[in-house]
Nanobody
Framework: VQLQASGGGEVQAGGSLRLSCAASGRPFSNDGVGWFRQAPGKGREFVAAIRWSTSATYYSDSVKGRSTISRDRAKNTVYLQMNNLKPADTAVYYC???????????????????WGQGTLVTVSS
């Protein structure tokens, strides 16, 4: 699976962005598709994930209520809509695939098998 993340950019605090993760190589099936982020000097942390087959969603506490993850079957693409962005959201955002995901692993970085190249989100105050 090859993943292409896009949609990052620079916005002011309170603004919105929609990130996209398009897959090629094989269609998503019973996979978990997740977004992670890594800020300068910090580890890569879980942001949100969706189970492709059921659309069940999972969010980190830091973005819950401000972000929505969704999927488009026809485009084999997952989106992350982020609203009310804060400077603390500044990071490189990565999408990843957890093949045949077990629910308990949806938030676990180590459970993801394929990773995209990342897209930079910068939020200015």
């Amino acid at each position: 699976v090859q993943l292409q993340a896009s949609g990052g950019g620079e916005v002011q605090a309170g603004g919105s962005l929609r990130l996209s993760c398009a897959a090629s190589g094989r269609p998503f099936s019973n996979d978990g598709v997740g977004w992670f982020r890594q800020a300068p000097g910090k580890g890569r942390e879980f942001v949100a994930a969706i189970r492709w087959s059921t659309s069940a969603t999972y969010y980190s506490d830091s973005v819950k209520g401000r972000s929505t993850i969704s999927r488009d079957r026809a485009k084999n693409t997952v989106y992350l809509q982020m609203n009310n962005l804060k400077p603390a959201d500044t990071a490189v955002y990565y999408c990843a695939v957890n093949a045949g995901a077990i629910t308990s692993t949806m938030r676990s970085r180590d459970a993801y098998d394929y990773w995209g190249q990342g897209t930079l989100v910068t939020v200015s105050s």
